[in-house]
Protein backbone atom coordinates (compact mmCIF):
# COMPACT_ATOMS: atom_id res chain seq x y z
CA UNK A 1 0.00 0.00 0.00
CA UNK A 2 1.36 3.56 -0.84
CA UNK A 3 2.50 5.25 2.18
CA UNK A 4 0.96 8.64 1.14
CA UNK A 5 -2.49 6.95 1.00
CA UNK A 6 -1.93 6.51 5.05
CA UNK A 7 -2.99 10.19 5.92
CA UNK A 8 -5.73 10.61 3.17
CA UNK A 9 -7.50 7.16 4.44
CA UNK A 10 -6.93 8.55 8.17
CA UNK A 11 -8.93 11.61 7.64
CA UNK A 12 -11.34 10.20 5.16
CA UNK A 13 -12.11 7.70 8.36
CA UNK A 14 -13.09 10.78 10.48
CA UNK A 15 -15.82 11.49 8.22
CA UNK A 16 -16.97 8.50 9.02
CA UNK A 17 -16.79 8.12 12.45
CA UNK A 18 -20.34 9.60 14.01
CA UNK A 19 -21.92 10.36 17.62
CA UNK A 20 -24.82 9.88 18.90
CA UNK A 21 -26.99 12.38 20.36
CA UNK A 22 -30.53 11.79 22.13
CA UNK A 23 -33.02 14.98 21.56
CA UNK A 24 -36.17 14.36 23.86
CA UNK A 25 -35.27 11.05 25.86
CA UNK A 26 -38.09 9.77 27.20
CA UNK A 27 -41.43 10.57 26.64
CA UNK A 28 -42.75 10.18 30.16
CA UNK A 29 -39.72 12.29 31.62
CA UNK A 30 -40.24 16.24 32.78
CA UNK A 31 -38.27 17.84 34.25
CA UNK A 32 -38.88 19.31 37.90
CA UNK A 33 -40.23 22.07 37.14
CA UNK A 34 -42.53 21.28 34.26
CA UNK A 35 -44.31 18.91 36.56
CA UNK A 36 -44.73 21.73 39.45
CA UNK A 37 -45.71 24.32 36.54
CA UNK A 38 -48.61 21.93 35.40
CA UNK A 39 -50.05 21.41 38.65
CA UNK A 40 -49.95 25.18 39.86
CA UNK A 41 -51.68 26.27 36.61
CA UNK A 42 -54.48 22.99 36.68
CA UNK A 43 -55.22 24.23 40.12
CA UNK A 44 -55.46 28.26 39.49
CA UNK A 45 -57.87 27.02 36.69
CA UNK A 46 -60.14 24.61 38.49
CA UNK A 47 -60.35 27.85 41.31
CA UNK A 48 -61.96 29.32 38.55
CA UNK A 49 -64.50 26.90 37.48
CA UNK A 50 -67.98 27.10 38.15
CA UNK A 51 -70.98 24.40 38.57
CA UNK A 52 -72.93 24.52 35.65
CA UNK A 53 -70.22 25.25 33.10
CA UNK A 54 -70.43 23.91 29.57
CA UNK A 55 -67.74 20.96 29.27
CA UNK A 56 -67.02 22.86 26.27
CA UNK A 57 -65.92 26.13 27.99
CA UNK A 58 -64.41 23.70 30.36
CA UNK A 59 -62.06 22.23 28.03
CA UNK A 60 -61.25 25.32 26.55
CA UNK A 61 -60.36 26.76 29.97
CA UNK A 62 -58.93 23.69 31.37
CA UNK A 63 -56.98 22.25 27.79
CA UNK A 64 -56.08 18.58 27.33
CA UNK A 65 -57.09 16.14 30.34
CA UNK A 66 -54.37 13.54 31.88
CA UNK A 67 -57.17 11.19 31.98
CA UNK A 68 -60.86 10.24 30.61
CA UNK A 69 -63.67 8.23 31.76
CA UNK A 70 -67.60 8.17 30.79
CA UNK A 71 -70.09 5.77 31.78
CA UNK A 72 -73.65 5.90 32.11
CA UNK A 73 -75.61 6.58 35.71
CA UNK A 74 -79.42 6.80 36.24
CA UNK A 75 -79.53 7.25 33.07
CA UNK A 76 -77.60 10.00 32.60
CA UNK A 77 -74.10 10.62 30.52
CA UNK A 78 -71.40 11.04 32.85
CA UNK A 79 -67.69 11.82 32.21
CA UNK A 80 -64.99 12.30 34.07
CA UNK A 81 -61.72 14.28 32.85
CA UNK A 82 -58.41 14.12 35.00
CA UNK A 83 -56.37 16.82 35.61
CA UNK A 84 -53.08 16.92 37.66
CA UNK A 85 -52.67 18.71 40.40
CA UNK A 86 -50.64 17.30 42.97
CA UNK A 87 -47.50 14.99 43.11
CA UNK A 88 -47.90 11.83 44.90
CA UNK A 89 -44.90 9.54 43.03
CA UNK A 90 -41.32 10.63 41.90
CA UNK A 91 -41.66 8.18 39.13
CA UNK A 92 -41.85 10.36 35.85
CA UNK A 93 -45.49 9.43 35.29
CA UNK A 94 -48.63 10.89 35.91
CA UNK A 95 -51.66 8.94 37.69
CA UNK A 96 -55.18 9.62 38.45
CA UNK A 97 -54.25 9.52 42.24
CA UNK A 98 -52.05 12.70 41.02
CA UNK A 99 -55.23 14.56 39.38
CA UNK A 100 -58.33 16.44 40.70
CA UNK A 101 -61.57 14.91 38.68
CA UNK A 102 -64.05 17.33 37.06
CA UNK A 103 -67.72 15.75 36.76
CA UNK A 104 -69.86 16.31 33.74
CA UNK A 105 -73.39 15.20 33.45
CA UNK A 106 -75.45 15.79 30.34
CA UNK A 107 -72.22 17.79 28.93
CA UNK A 108 -72.72 20.53 32.46
CA UNK A 109 -70.34 20.67 35.21
CA UNK A 110 -71.39 18.45 38.14
CA UNK A 111 -68.24 19.29 40.50
CA UNK A 112 -64.99 18.17 40.88
CA UNK A 113 -62.85 15.94 43.50
CA UNK A 114 -62.60 12.88 44.95
CA UNK A 115 -65.46 13.03 47.20
CA UNK A 116 -68.09 13.93 44.21
CA UNK A 117 -66.76 11.07 42.34
CA UNK A 118 -67.30 8.26 44.74
CA UNK A 119 -70.58 9.27 44.84
CA UNK A 120 -71.28 7.84 41.09
CA UNK A 121 -69.44 4.49 41.84
CA UNK A 122 -71.73 1.12 41.64
Not at 27 to 35: K, V
Not at 63 to 71: D, I, L, M, T, V
Request: proline share 2%; net charge neutral; with cysteine.
Amino acid sequence: MNKALLPLLGLASLGLSACVVNVGGDEDWHDDSSWKALQHKNQQLISQLTLGMSQQKVQEIMGPAEFSEAFMAHGDAVQVLYYRTRHVHSDGKTTKDECTPLIFKQQQLLGWGTKRTNSFKA
